[in-house]
C-alpha cells in the first residue's frame, strides 16, 4: 500500500505570495527520487498547490474556506514568498484572486488552524528581495522582518504543534531541504525538527557553505580569484560568504553536482536575513586596512590575520597560478616543484 | 448577460484574475488583471549597476536566467562591451536550458491535465489522457519530471545552480567549462533528446523540425497515431475540441530574436503581421499606463523615460499591469511570435491558415524543443575548454543600454539608466506584460483579452474551462509581469 492511500496523509497546502515563484521551481528539481514519489513514499498530500494541482478557481476558495472552518485537517501551511502588507497595511498589493481578500489575510486565518507552519524560501522566512531597497510593498516575512523577530504573525505566534514558523530560507530554497523538512513532520517518530536560532531546520544549517568547496585548497593559501571565472578563493575579493552562510550547498549538490562556489560565483548568504542588503556591491569584499570585515565568525581575527599571511607564503605555484585562471594551467606535479 | 470573476488560476505562474461578461453563451468582452505587485524597478533604483544581475533574476524564479541576461545584455550595451565566444556559447546553453524545462514543464504539468479533468469524461481519448497527464497522478507527473529535473542537471555543470544563477555577467561567463564537463553537458542532452524522442514526439527531433506544414502535421501524426507520442495524442485532443478555432487574438506577432552568436541570432528578430514580416523598430515601445494602478505621465512614454510608482487609488484602473504597445498597437510575443517571424514553414502556413490561437501556440513551443535541442548540442560540441569564457567589461559610471532577449514566454526587456555609477532608472517589459496587458487609453484591449473574445461558457460553468485553456496557451507568468 503506497503511504498516500493511509488514512488521507499528511496534509500540505502551499500558497505564493510576493515572491518569484522560484522555490517551487526548484522543487520540482528534486531527484533520486522525484517530486512526486517522494511525497507519495511519506504519504505527503498536498490540498493544493498553485503549480500542479487540479483545482481551480472557486474549487479552491471552497477549499480554504473548508480548512478556515476546521472541516478539513491542515497539518502544514507553507507560504513561498514575502507578505505584502502595503500599500499603509491594507494588504492590496497582493489580493487572492477571485476572493478581493488580500493574501495576507488568508494566511493569518491559515496559520490559526495549521499545526505547522513552514515559510518556504528567504522571502517568506524574513522577507527576502522583495523587501530590499526601499520595501515599496512593505514586504515582511510570516514571523520575521528581517533579522528582527515579529513578521506578519508576530513574535509570540505558535502553531497547533506549539512551534514557531519554521523557516527552509533560502533563495532560492533546496529541495532537499523543503522535502526532508515535511519528512520529518510527517514521519511519527522523527520528533520535532531541530532549529537553528533563526528557527531554520538545523538539518541543513548546521554546516557552512564553505564546508565542502571546492575551492578550499586556495582558501587555505589565501589563493584568491580576481575577477569572475578565476578559479581561487572569493574570499579575498569578491565578496564570497561561504565562511560564514549556513547551508549545506556544497555537501548537497544543486541540480546534480552543482552549487554557486562551482557555478563561478561567490556566496552571497541567500538562507540569512537581510541578504539583499550587505551595504555594499554584492562582488567585493569590504576592508579594513586591507583585511576583509566579514571573517569567519567563529575565528580570532589576529589568528585569521597571522594564519593567512603564512599561509600566503607557503603557497605552492600550482595554487597560486591556477587561483588566477579560468582552468587548471598548471597541474599537480609528481615531484615537489620545490619552489 | 452575465459577469464573471475567475481566479485564482491554477498552473500558471504566479497571481492572475480574469473578469468575464457572458453573452449567448460565449465570451463577449474580458478584463485580466494580474492582483500582485512586487516593485523590482523601485528596490533597483540607487544599486550598483552590477548588482542588477543579483537582484534582476529573482523577478522570476521560471525565467531567471532570461531575467539575468536582459541585465547582463542592458548592462554590456551600455558599457559598449562584448563577451568573449566561450561566453556566449554558455549563456545560450543555460538559457536554452532554462526556456527548453519552460516549455516541457508547461506541456506536461500546466496545460494537459485540464484535459484528464471530469468535464471531459466521456470523449474517446479521455482515458488515454487521464492516464498520461492528469495532474499529480498521470504517468507523465512522475516521468516527465523526473526527466526536466535531470535535463537542469545542466545548470548544475555549466550555472551552479538553477534558479538564480550569478554565472551570466556583462563579460560574458562566470565559470570555465572543462573538457570534462563539455562531454557531462553532451550526455545530459542525449538523455533529454532520449526522452523526448520516446515519448513527447516519438520520432527524431528532426523529423519533427523538418514538418513544413499544416498538412505535413495531420499526415504525421496520422501515420504515427496517438500512443507512443504526446504531440500526436495532443493533436487529437486538439482537433476534437476544436483548439484551432479558441483562443484568436490581434495576429499581430513580435520576436526580438533570440541567441545571439557572434552578432547573428539563431532566431532572427522581427514583426509579422498581415502575412508580412516587418523589421522591429524598438524605439517605438510604449508602455501605457490608463488602465494600471500606476501614477505617472498619463502620456505613454519610452521605458527609457518610463517611471514605475504604484498607486492603488486609481479609479479606471484594473491591474498592476502596464500596457506595452509597440508603433501604439498590441503584440503577441511567446513561441509561436518568435517561430512565425523566424519563419519556420510549419508555423507560417498554421497561422496562416488559423492564425494565432490555443492549438498553435502549444504546436510552437513543442517544435522549439525539436528546433532547439540540436542547436544546444552543437553550441556544447563548440566549446572550447582553455579558452576565455570571460572579459572584464570594466565598472558602468554613465550611459544607458537594453537588453533585449527571448524567454521561453517570449519577449524581454531591461532598460538600464546609470548616472554617477547609480542606477538611475531600471524599467523591464516582460513578455507576459505583452500578453496580459490591461486596455490602452484608446480601449485596446490586450492580447489575452482579445483572445478571450467568443470563448465558449457554458451555462453553469464559474471556472469556464475554454477561458482555462485560452489563458494557459499563453504559459503566463504573473510574477514577472508585476515584477
Ligand atoms: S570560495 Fe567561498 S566557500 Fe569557497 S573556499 Fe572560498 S570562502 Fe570558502
Ligand atoms: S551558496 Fe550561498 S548564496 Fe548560494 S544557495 Fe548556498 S547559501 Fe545561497
Known amino acids: 500500500m503506497a503511504a498516500s492511500e493511509r488514512e488521507d496523509g499528511f496534509t500540505v497546502l502551499w500558497l505564493q505570495s510576493g515572491g518569484c515563484g522560484g522555490c517551487t521551481m526548484s522543487l520540482l528539481c528534486a531527484e533520486a527520487p522525484d517530486l512526486f514519489t517522494t511525497l507519495d513514499s511519506a504519504g505527503i498530500r498536498f490540498l493544493w498547490h498553485p503549480s500542479f494541482s487540479e483545482a481551480t478557481g472557486e474549487e479552491v476558495t471552497a477549499m480554504l474556506e473548508a480548512v478556515c472552518a476546521g472541516e478539513t485537517r491542515l497539518d502544514a501551511l507553507c507560504v513561498e514568498g514575502s507578505l505584502l502588507r502595503g500599500p499603509n497595511g491594507t494588504g492590496r498589493f497582493h489580493v487572492l484572486a477571485g476572493t478581493d481578500t488580500p493574501m495576507v489575510r488568508w494566511v493569518e486565518r491559515l496559520a490559526a488552524v495549521a499545526r505547522y507552519t513552514l515559510a518556504i524560501g528567504t522571502c517568506a522566512a524574513f522577507g527576502g528581495v522583495t523587501s530590499a531597497g526601499p520595501n515599496p510593498t512593505e514586504a515582511c516575512g510570516l514571523q520575521y522582518e528581517g533579522e528582527q523577530s515579529g513578521g506578519l504573525l508576530g513574535d509570540a505566534y505558535r ?119 550587505p551595504g555594499h556591491h554584492f562582488l567585493e569584499t569590504p576592508k579594513v586596512a586591507g583585511i576583509p570585515i566579514g571573517l569567519p565568525t567563529d575565528m580570532p581575527k589576529a589568528w585569521f590575520v597571522a594564519l593567512a599571511s603564512l599561509a600566503k607564503s607557503a603557497t605552492p605555484r600550482r595554487v597560486r597560478e591556477n587561483a588566477v585562471a579560468d582552468h587548471i594551467v598548471n597541474s599537480p606535479a609528481k615531484e615537489h616543484d620545490g619552489e | 448577460m452575465s459577469r464573471l470573476v475567475v481566479g485564482p488560476f491554477n498552473r500558471v505562474e504566479g497571481d492572475l484574475e480574469v473578469r468575464i461578461e457572458a453573452e449567448a453563451g460565449q465570451v463577449s468582452s474580458a478584463w485580466v488583471n494580474s492582483p500582485m505587485y512586487r516593485g523590482f524597478e523601485q528596490i533597483l533604483h540607487g544599486k550598483d549597476p552590477g548588482d542588477a544581475l543579483v537582484y534582476a533574476p529573482r523577478i522570476c524564479g521560471i525565467c531567471s536566467v532570461s531575467q539575468s541576461v536582459a541585465a547582463a545584455h542592458a548592462v554590456r550595451d551600455a558599457l559598449g562591451a562584448e563577451a568573449p565566444p566561450n561566453g556566449e556559447r554558455l549563456t545560450n546553453l543555460v538559457l536554452a536550458a532554462e526556456n527548453l524545462a519552460d516549455h516541457f514543464t508547461h506541456f506536461y504539468l500546466f496545460f494537459m491535465p485540464d484535459f484528464a479533468r471530469a468535464a471531459y469524461e466521456g470523449r474517446a481519448w479521455h482515458p488515454d489522457v487521464v492516464r498520461r497527464f492528469r495532474a499529480e497522478q498521470g504517468a507523465a507527473a512522475t516521468d516527465a519530471v523526473a ?30 567549462v572543462t573538457g570534462a564537463e563539455k562531454l557531462r553537458v553532451l550526455s545530459l542532452l542525449g538523455q533529454f533528446r532520449r526522452y523526448l524522442e520516446e515519448h513527447t514526439f516519438g520520432d527524431r527531433l528532426e523529423t519533427v523540425a523538418a514538418l513544413a506544414g499544416g498538412s505535413d502535421l495531420a499526415a504525421w501524426a496520422a501515420e504515427r497515431g496517438p500512443e507512443g507520442s504526446d504531440l500526436a495524442r495532443f493533436l487529437r485532443v486538439a482537433e476534437d475540441v476544436g483548439l484551432a478555432e479558441l483562443g484568436r487574438s490581434h495576429d499581430r506577432f513580435m520576436s526580438y530574436g533570440s541567441y545571439p552568436f557572434q552578432g547573428e541570432r539563431l532566431f532572427p528578430g522581427g514583426v509579422f503581421a498581415g502575412g508580412d514580416l516587418m523589421p522591429l523598430d524598438a524605439d517605438a515601445i510604449r508602455e501605457d499606463l490608463y488602465s494600471s494602478w500606476m501614477s505617472g505621465a498619463r502620456e505613454p512614454v519610452h521605458p527609457y523615460e518610463g517611471v514605475t510608482l504604484p498607486d ?94 527571448e524567454a521561453a514566454r517570449g519577449s524581454l526587456g531591461h532598460w538600464i539608466r546609470v548616472h554617477n555609477g547609480r542606477i538611475l532608472n531600471y524599467q523591464i517589459v516582460a ?53
Open chain 2, 312 to 405: 492603488a487609488e486609481r479609479e479606471e484602473a484594473y491591474s498592476w499591469c502596464k500596457a506595452p504597445r509597440l508603433a501604439g498597437r498590441p503584440v503577441e510575443v511567446g513561441a509561436l511570435a518568435r517561430q512565425v517571424v523566424a519563419g519556420h514553414p510549419l508555423i507560417r502556413e498554421l497561422v496562416a491558415e488559423t492564425g494565432g490561437n490555443v492549438r498553435n501556440r502549444v504546436v510552437a513551443r513543442l517544435l522549439e524543443l525539436a528546433r532547439v535541442v540540436p542547436a544546444m548540442e552543437a553550441w556544447a560540441r563548440a566549446i572550447e575548454p582553455g579558452e576565455p569564457f570571460y572579459r572584464e567589461p570594466g565598472a558602468l559610471q554613465e550611459g544607458e543600454g537594453a537588453g533585449l532577449v
Open chain 2, 147 to 176: 526527466a526536466r529535473a535531470a535535463f537542469m542537471n545542466l545548470m548544475g555543470v555549466l550555472a551552479g545552480k538553477w534558479p538564480h544563477t550569478h554565472t551570466v555577467q556583462a563579460g560574458g561567463a562566470a565559470k570555465g
Open chain 1, 159 to 277: 502553531s497547533g504543534a506549539g512551534l514557531p514558523v519554521i523557516n527552509v530560507a533560502g533563495c532560492p530554497t533546496h529541495p532537499g531541504w523543503v522535502l526532508e523538512t515535511l519528512m520529518t513532520l510527517a514521519l511519527d517518530g522523527m520528533g520535532d525538527p531541530l532549529l537553528d536560532d533563526l528557527a531554520r531546520p538545523a538539518l541543513y544549517t548546521d554546516h557552512l557553505v564553505h564546508h565542502g568547496c571546492a575551492r578550499n585548497e586556495y582558501y587555505e593559501y589565501k589563493a584568491s580569484a580576481e575577477v569572475p571565472s578565476d578559479l581561487g578563493c572569493m574570499m579575498e575579493h569578491m565578496g564570497c560568504l561561504g565562511t560564514q552562510a549556513r547551508a549545506d550547498c556544497n555537501i548537497r549538490p544543486w541540480n546534480g553536482t552543482g552549487s554557486c562556489t562551482d557555478g563561478g560565483y561567490p556566496c552571497v548568504n541567500c538562507t540569512a536575513p537581510e541578504f539583499e542588503e
Open chain 2, 431 to 483: 513578455p507576459t506584460t505583452w500578453n496580459f496587458s490591461p486596455r490602452d487609453r484608446d480601449g485596446v484591449p490586450g492580447p489575452l483579452e482579445a483572445a478571450l473574445e467568443g470563448a465558449p461558457v457554458g451555462a453553469d460553468e464559474r471556472t469556464p474551462v475554454a477561458v482555462q485553456h485560452v489563458v494557459r496557451s499563453f504559459d503566463p507568468c504573473m510574477v514577472c509581469t508585476v515584477h
